[in-house]
């Protein structure tokens, strides 16, 4: 089973930045599309981006484009969020996951981006 470990949160100011990373244990991970998630209190869990197997087609949702860029390194299965230019309402807990949820859930990074 993939174990999914997501690290980098934090509290920051608006309009400062944070790296997230994820890695996942196993040998699925450069099979698989992977993609970054947050869910913020009261909210559904939402897709931040999508990255696809060779990193060739990416995805964001439209309140992060510009800011964010989604990459990763399968050499060390581990996929990253560069986040600049965060705003309050990017505070969430940042999961990542295969594009399609095939895994476990990991336990999260908190983001919490101060006014």
């Known amino acids: 089973q993939v174990q999914l470990v997501e690290s980098g949160g934090g509290l920051v100011q608006a309009g400062g930045s944070l790296r997230l990373s994820c890695t996942a244990s196993g040998r699925t991970f450069s099979s698989n599309g992977m993609g970054w998630f947050r869910q913020a209190p009261g909210k559904e869990r939402e897709r931040v981006a999508s990255i696809n197997r060779m990193g060739g087609r990416i995805y964001y949702v439209d309140s992060v484009k510009g800011r964010f860029t989604i990459s990763r390194d399968n050499a060390k299965n581990t996929v990253y969020l560069q986040m600049n230019s965060l705003k309050p309402e990017d505070t969430a807990v940042y999961y990542c996951?295969?594009?399609?949820?095939?895994?476990?859930w990991g336990q999260g990074t908190q983001v919490t981006v101060s006014s």
């Open positions: 996951n295969s594009d399609q949820l095939r895994w476990p």
